[in-house]
């Protein structure tokens, strides 16, 4: 399960600054991917960069 924090858009922002990105965002921007939260459907979309 996913902390409630989950549900804020923010904690799917694909920041790069490492002083701001959680553990969570450097483990999808690592494997390539960025994150996006589909608003008001309760899901997360991934794609992947370049």
């Known amino acids: 399960m996913l902390p409630n ?3 804020r ?3 799917w922002a694909n920041i ?3 002083d ?3 553990v ?3 483990a999808w921007r690592a494997a390539g ?3 996006f939260l589909i ?3 309760d899901r997360v ?3 992947r960069v370049g």
């Open 5 to 7: 924090s989950a549900a």
């Open 9 to 11: 858009p923010q904690w």
């Open 16 to 18: 790069t600054d490492p």
């Open 20 to 22: 701001q990105s959680p």
């Open 24 to 26: 969570q965002r450097e």
């Open 33 to 35: 991917f960025d994150a």
């Open 39 to 41: 608003a008001g459907r």
């Open 45 to 47: 979309r991934f794609r």
